[in-house]
């Protein structure tokens, strides 16, 4: 596909900020990808015979406090009574796959008061004393799951008014090996929100909105008086207990005691196992199961335990099981019901495009984590990263769905970083643009520090390819690429030295380019994008004329290819852009009416993209153009025409953030475009809109430092709107209430501008310091108003001379100090070149 790119962002011509013209399109490269399987949930189900003793390994558990706590043989007393439900359990009984049969060891008794019910007390043989059942028939106990609650009920394990209640939905029992697993699954627990539905259904018992609280001993006995009665109630206290299973586990003596203990209180089915390392095999050296879920107290066998296997289920599906068994329904219930509570919020394109990124993450990480994969792998890894950088990409783009691709790219970075330089000179340049790639999308988003990093990496790729085969098209034209985007965040940063190397560097490739192929038409437009480049870097230095020129070569390029395909919509937007340029540095130069023409016909190239709704991105640059002709009208005292322009570029600005407010871009210039109303409507008495428009602008921009606190343009549109608010509330005579916007603004702008900075920043930091003098005045503190006068005329000094607002804003000084000569010859020199504009009055020789 044809590579393109756009010319360098223009400076906002409201705020001197250079996010507010795009700089284009640049080629996407990619293949097609391939699908991949999600694993399949397993249940694992641990085999009887022989385990290995606790003496094999005795692992320390969370806390060693537990010791005392689990060697105490007297139960606390009980006060919250231990009930199952008839209802609930139907529901368990009809889904096996969780719950395994419980022995029949006897009914739980139910006839005592609930104030006065203690636990079980254990006797010396460990267990509860309670009168020995019967054996159950061997055939029934096998079909146990089969059957429905009146079966359990028939056998008495459990009487028809018994319900679970108590203080903890689940007590954790874990080794310290397993701390992490039990941390997560502790929080998952009571994070988890039950189906609405499932709560609701006739007929059955209420179920609760969360699991909340679970007991996970380090998180509850921090704040305990007896850590041993603490230890011993929570277990009392708890409906239900979950058992990490895992090796470490398996050789715990105070997880198994655990588990005891709560087999004690007859609640044997109330036991749910989570497998997160090791085997479900009883016989195997790595058995996950504490002995006390493979035999009973007397040593004889119990019935097989069953396990969510993490591992095999996945994170959720395992967590769904739990649940389910915890709640006393089925999971395979729980789990449609979860699905139609997550299913109304996914759109049918983003869960196509969730599941592609997840394959290719998953691809992505076990090329580089495995060693000794084969190359057909790797490359087929790569493959997919390019597609989704390339082809998806560019499909998202228009979309404003690109932060759909931040985990591919953080992915993909990570695994170039882990290749290195090996591979093909083929896959080496694949990375070198899929890096790249990374680094647009991050700059779209408005990250420049990440972005620079993708950038400078692709460029070491490039320069090495191109070093090795100087001669090689492709390696030269992904050189001059890389080339260009570091200079161009230089730029975005304010390092204007670094930026202007870069981008000569850029112009002298793209002239090798199409001296190699003269008739190329992708290396032409290079070379009208770097024309552009260049004429930016000129502008912002004050050399207006010199910028100019390069402006008219880069629009010579377009307009002649656009002569051999006039419907190709990004020639005409390219060429929309150079125009905008053209405006800005007329305006610069003092030829008002000569910029609004060209004003005009920018907007009117991209007012037809806009309508044809191709590209979200068309209707930004659209908007954007509304607010620089509007701002030229403004001048020329054309009040009426610009207020509607900016009320369209508003309507506009919001549609696209509101589709997709992760694009910094765009809110960015939705922000500008209010803070534009905001002074056109203050300028004619307008005052309810004009502090409507700035707070908004104010919160936007504040949020946009502090998502990139290193873009010095946010701080610089940021620091315009607060020399604004200070203007609206001296206007009302509140000096003192104008002395901390106009303070705050004036540290921003020295912030956001140095030395040898874009002439557009000290213009700004100049403004600012005119309207804190002025503030200074108003509240009776003359000399600081006659110092931050001087050193606005200090930042203008340093500057250019020229540009129609340098000279409105030397005529404001002049005013400010009395100079009323130079301040009526400064407004006829404005006056003659058109400017009319209400937000600056002009001193008239009849006063």
Same mark, same amino acid.
């Given at each position: ?692 428009? /700035?707070?908004?602008?104010? &919160?936007?921009? !504040?949020?946009? $430092? =502090? ?5 010095? *343009?946010?701080? %610089? ?91 409105? /804003?030397?005529?404001?000084? &002049?005013?400010? !100090?009395?100079? $009323? =000569? ?5 407004? *006829?020199?404005? %006056? ?16």
């Amino acid at each position: 596909m044809p590579s393109c790119r756009g010319p360098l962002e223009q400076p906002d011509r409201l705020a001197g900020n250079s996010r507010n013209h795009s700089h284009g399109r640049r080629r996407a490269d990619g293949t097609s990808g391939a699908d991949g399987r999600k694993p399949t949930a397993t249940l694992q189900r641990g085999a009887l015979g022989k385990h290995r003793g606790a003496h094999e390994h005795h692992g320390a558990h969370a806390s060693d406090c537990r010791q005392a706590a689990l060697t105490t043989p007297p139960l606390p007393e009980v006060h919250a009574p231990i009930r199952v439900d008839r209802g609930v359990l139907r529901e368990v009984c009809a889904h096996h796959e969780i719950l395994s049969v419980p022995p029949i060891v006897g009914s739980v008794a139910s006839t005592q008061a609930p104030s006065t019910r203690n636990p079980p007390t254990a006797n010396a043989n460990g267990v509860g004393n309670r009168p020995a059942p019967a054996q159950p028939d061997p055939w029934l106990a096998g079909r146990a799951t089969l059957l429905r609650c009146p079966l359990w009920v028939s056998f008495g394990i459990f009487s028809e008014s018994t319900t679970l209640a108590g203080r903890y939905h689940a007590f954790i029992s874990y080794s310290h090996a397993d701390e992490s697993w039990s941390r997560w699954l502790q929080r998952a627990l009571e994070r988890y929100r039950v189906p609405r539905r499932l709560r609701q259904r006739e007929g059955a018992e209420p179920l609760p909105a969360r699991l909340y609280p679970v007991f996970r001993d380090r998180d509850e006995l921090a704040s305990a008086d007896n850590l041993s009665e603490s230890i011993l109630r929570a277990l009392a206290e708890s409906e239900a207990l979950v058992v990490v299973c895992s090796p470490a586990a398996a050789a715990s003596r105070w997880v198994n005691e655990e588990i005891r203990y709560f087999q004690q209180r007859g609640l044997s089915h109330r036991v749910f196992c989570l497998l997160v390392a090791g085997s479900p095999d009883a016989s195997a050296s790595d058995c996950a199961f504490p002995p006390a879920l493979l035999h009973n107290a007397d040593g004889s066998p119990r019935h097989e335990p069953l396990a969510a296997d993490i591992r095999g289920d996945g994170k959720h599906t395992a967590l769904l099981k739990i649940a389910a068994g915890l709640l006393c329904v089925g999971v395979d219930d729980l789990k449609r019901r979860d699905a139609q509570r997550r299913a109304w919020i996914r759109s049918v394109v983003t869960t196509g495009l969730l599941m592609i990124t997840t394959v290719t993450i998953g691809l992505a990480i076990v090329a580089y984590l495995s060693r000794q994969e084969s190359e057909l792998r790797r490359r087929q890894a790569e493959h997919l990263i390019g597609f989704m950088l390339g082809d998806l990409r560019s499909k998202l783009e228009p979309l404003g769905k690109l932060e759909l691709l931040d985990a591919v790219g953080d992915q993909a970075e990570n695994y170039f970083d882990m290749l290195g330089d090996r591979g093909s000179a083929a896959e080496v340049l694949a990375r070198a643009k899929a890096l790249r790639q990374i680094g647009e999308v991050r700059f779209n988003q408005g990250r420049l520090k990440p972005a620079l990093a993708a950038f400078k990496k692709s460029l070491r790729q490039a320069q090495a390819l191109y070093g090795r085969e100087p001669e090689n098209n492709d390696y030269l034209f992904e050189l001059g690429q890389a080339e260009f985007w570091v200079g161009y965040v230089a730029w975005q940063r304010n390092d204007l030295d670094f930026a202007d190397d870069s981008l000569e560097r850029y112009m002298l490739r793209s002239r090798e380019l199409l001296a190699r192929q003269p008739k190329n038409a992708s290396y032409k437009r290079e070379l009208a994008y770097a024309y552009s480049n260049l004429g930016s870097i000129a502008r912002e230095r004050g050399m207006a004329s010199d910028a100019l020129g390069h402006f008219n070569n880069s629009q010579a390029v377009l307009r002649q290819l656009l002569v051999d395909a006039p419907a190709d919509h990004a020639l005409i937007f390219d060429l929309s852009e150079g125009l905008s340029w053209t405006g800005s540095t007329l305006l610069d130069l003092g030829r008002i009416a000569e910029s609004e023409q060209a004003f005009r016909e920018t907007y009117s190239l991209l007012a037809k993209l806009h309508a044809s709704g191709e590209d979200p991105r068309y209707s930004n640059r659209y908007g954007v153009a509304g607010t620089f002709l509007a701002l030229a009208l403004t001048h020329q005292g054309k009040v009426g025409e610009a207020e509607a322009l900016l009320d369209e570029s508003i309507h506009v600005g919001q549609t696209l953030a509101d589709h997709d407010p992760g694009n910094a871009e765009w809110r960015y210039s939705l922000y500008n475009g209010q803070r534009a109303q905001a002074e056109l409507a203050r300028a004619i008495g307008a005052s309810r809109l004009a502090d409507q428009m /700035l707070t908004s602008a104010h &919160a936007g921009f !504040t949020q946009l $430092t =502090v998502e990139d606190p290193s873009n010095r *343009d946010y701080a %610089r549109a940021l620091a315009m709107v607060e020399r604004v608010q200070a203007l609206r509330v001296l206007d009302i005579g509140h000096p003192e209430l104008a002395m901390s916007p106009a303070i705050s603004a004036m540290m921003r702008a020295d912030a956001a501008h140095d030395v040898n900075g874009r002439d557009s920043a000290k213009l700004d930091a100049a403004h600012i310091a005119e309207t804190l003098g002025r503030v200074q005045q108003a509240a009776g503190q003359i000399e600081q108003a006659q110092a931050s006068w001087g050193k606005a005329r200090e930042l203008l000094s340093s500057g250019a001379q020229t540009g129609v607002m340098n000279l409105v /804003l030397r005529t404001q000084l &002049a005013q400010d !100090t009395g100079d $009323t =000569v130079q301040a009526l010859a400064l407004a *006829d020199t404005l %006056r003659s070149a058109g400017f009319n504009d209400p937000r600056y009055p002009l001193p008239s020789h009849n006063k």
